[in-house]
């Protein structure tokens, strides 16, 4: 089976504006500040040193790190996300970097204690090399000691789902479909848009990996050693579970 070609959903600005209410629906931002701690405590990191957030779409985890004390740097390529991270900053009296910039391309050398990358932002690119290219930038940025959180869904924990509908206000309702493909190497969501000006559908494609093949990744990106874990809370990873933690120390 041919790989689909739908490199350029992810560049979409339209794409991120008009799914913002589905994507990042009200109960994400309820548990934002409970993910914080929980991935802290994780860490076993202090407050107060300087984390990047790639991507940190509308803030949703670079404002509750910021109010702790860190040193916050938020890299997204939706212009709208940040402008909105950056309204919430101010409203909140809190100071973050706001970088409108490629996930995939982004480097600050030694720049940072930690690096966090949530939400299954992770193999949007048709090209694996992308992938690897981020791991090791996102190594080269970090101090040493620094430590990487990805938050995903992997090939173990994907599943596929009967299509949901959902209404997000204004008269407008969100569609979403996800499959499996490729053995389940690819994850494929096909959103559709309908409201007052708006009828408009993509396909969302990204590339799953193993939880050995992430650690795999990551030693060859660099990084010392790595643990998996189930859940930002700390628990044992389960094929049944919902996602993967993987944290890999410089």
């Known amino acids: 089976m041919d790989k689909p070609d739908v490199s350029a959903w992810h560049v979409d600005?339209?794409?991120w504006v008009e799914l913002r209410d589905g994507i990042f629906?009200?109960?994400l931002w309820v548990n934002a500040d409970r993910e914080v701690t929980q991935l802290l405590t994780l860490v076993s990191a202090a407050n107060g040193g300087a984390v990047l957030d790639i991507p940190c779409g509308p803030g949703r985890h670079l404002l509750p790190l910021a109010a702790r004390g860190w040193q916050a740097c938020g890299v997204d390529l939706s212009e709208a996300y940040l402008a909105e991270a950056s309204t919430r900053a101010a409203a909140a009296g809190l100071t973050v970097e706001l970088i409108p910039a490629d996930m995939r391309r982004f480097i600050r050398p030694v720049g940072f204690d930690l690096a966090i990358c949530m939400y299954t932002s992770f193999g949007y690119s048709s090209e694996p090399r992308d992938d690897v290219t981020m791991l090791h930038n996102l190594y080269q940025s970090l101090r040493p000691s620094g430590q990487l959180v990805l938050e995903l869904v992997t090939k173990e924990t994907a599943v596929e789902t009967e299509p949901l509908e959902y209404d997000v206000g204004e008269g407008r309702r969100i569609r979403e479909h996800a499959q499996l493909l490729q053995d389940g190497s690819i994850i494929q969501r096909r959103w559709h848009v309908q409201g007052p000006g708006i009828d408009h559908s993509w396909l969302a494609w990204h590339r799953l990996y193993s939880?050995?093949?992430?650690?795999?990744l990551t030693r060859q990106a660099g990084f010392a050693r790595t643990s998996?874990?189930?859940?930002?809370d700390g628990r044992a990873f389960s094929p049944s579970g919902e996602g993967a933690v993987i944290v890999a120390t410089r």
């Open 25 to 27: 629906d009200e109960s």
């Open 228 to 232: 998996v874990y189930g859940a930002l």
């Open 13 to 15: 600005p339209q794409f």
């Open 211 to 216: 939880t050995d093949e992430l650690c795999s």
